[in-house]
């Protein structure tokens, strides 16, 4: 692979999804592979700010795509302008983070080149000069090879934690701004409020820290214990697939194969015993603790710190030794 690796930042109103970082650093490994030089590119409006961030960063060039019509995300708006920058940089590869606006605009957008999108990649090889990239088939029982085919740009979006922001290469770079050619008679969308399932909808992805529930706790009238302890550590609370299923919290705190992909800083699995289907969505963790009562349970497998024994008893020490570190 020759060329230049393109990096397409996401930000909603000023604020960067942390996930962007995560695949800047996978842009810049694939790049240091393959002798490319890797490129990033931020939209929106008003972003002079996060470009001038982005431009510490150890890239080639930042492009600050940048009109009228792009302060507010719209699906034709982002594919259009960045359409014209693909065709202005002539990169290799675009990646892209794996959120939900991505997966929105950038089928769309990579069918323009007469591309398809390889979707939720968890990493990457280089044969023979070429990146191949690899995708979890089967809820995470098998990895596949998806080598690109047809003329570049080929595209790719990478999975949350699969990548860790803290490898980024720090330097400078030049930042150049771009101004699309747009109409609004082009955009067909009307920007509305970002959608949520419930009034009280959370984002999992951006939570530094998680305390998940299973279905060690029993029943519904338990979740109040946990619910303490992700309390007093400041953190969000989320769940495993039966948790949800059964009513007892709300789907959009599900983690799972069929639930939200977490990469947060510290996740914390509280009777849950691992099954793959929940694996696969929190694996990305930097550090995963495991309270279960079944010293054999799959999770302590993956977890960098366990404790044997009833959370009905851990956690409430658990709940108290935090109130007393925190002096709360």
Not at 93 to 116: C, E, S
Not at 221 to 229: H, S
Not at 313 to 326: D, F, M, R, S, T
Request: net charge neutral; proline share 5%; aromatic share 6%.
């Amino acid at each position: 692979m020759s060329g230049n690796v393109l990096v397409i930042m996401e930000q909603r109103g000023g604020v960067w999804n942390r996930m962007s970082w995560e695949t800047l650093a996978a842009g810049q490994q694939l790049a240091a592979q393959t002798g490319a030089t890797v490129s990033a590119a931020v939209v929106g409006q008003g972003i002079d700010a996060l470009a001038g961030e982005l431009a510490q960063k150890k890239l080639d060039k930042v492009y600050a795509v940048t009109h009228d019509l792009l302060g507010a995300y719209t699906a034709d708006g982002h594919t259009a302008a960045l359409d014209q920058l693909i065709k202005k940089a002539n990169p290799s590869i675009v990646l892209f983070p794996h959120t939900y606006q991505v997966r929105d605009f950038a089928p769309k957008l990579a069918t323009r080149f007469a591309q398809v999108l390889i979707s939720d990649a968890v990493g990457f090889r280089v044969e023979s000069g070429s990146a191949v990239f690899v995708r979890q088939l089967f809820q995470g029982k098998l990895n596949a090879d998806v080598r690109p085919g047809g003329p570049e740009p080929h595209f790719a979006s990478m999975q949350a934690g699969s990548f860790r922001a803290e490898q980024l290469e720090s330097g400078s770079a030049q930042v150049e701004k771009f101004s699309p050619q747009l109409s609004a008679d082009a955009i067909r969308q009307k920007p509305l409020e970002p959608f949520r399932e419930a009034a009280r909808a959370v984002d999992l992805t951006a939570a530094d820290i998680i305390v998940s529930v299973g279905r060690g706790i029993k029943e519904k009238e338990n979740i109040p214990i946990v619910e303490e302890l992700a309390r007093v550590l400041g953190a969000e609370l989320a769940a495993s697939r039966p948790i949800c299923d059964s009513g007892w919290l709300p789907m959009e705190r599900q983690v799972g194969s069929s639930g939200q992909t977490v990469s947060p800083k510290v996740y914390m699995a509280v009777g849950i015993s691992g099954a793959i289907q929940h694996l696969v969505g929190m694996k990305g963790a930097k550090t995963i603790v495991a309270i279960n009562k079944d010293a054999n349970a799959p999770i302590f497998e993956v977890a960098d710190y366990g404790i044997v024994g009833d959370l009905f008893e851990v956690v409430p020490a658990l709940v108290e030794e935090v109130k007393k570190a925190k002096g709360l």
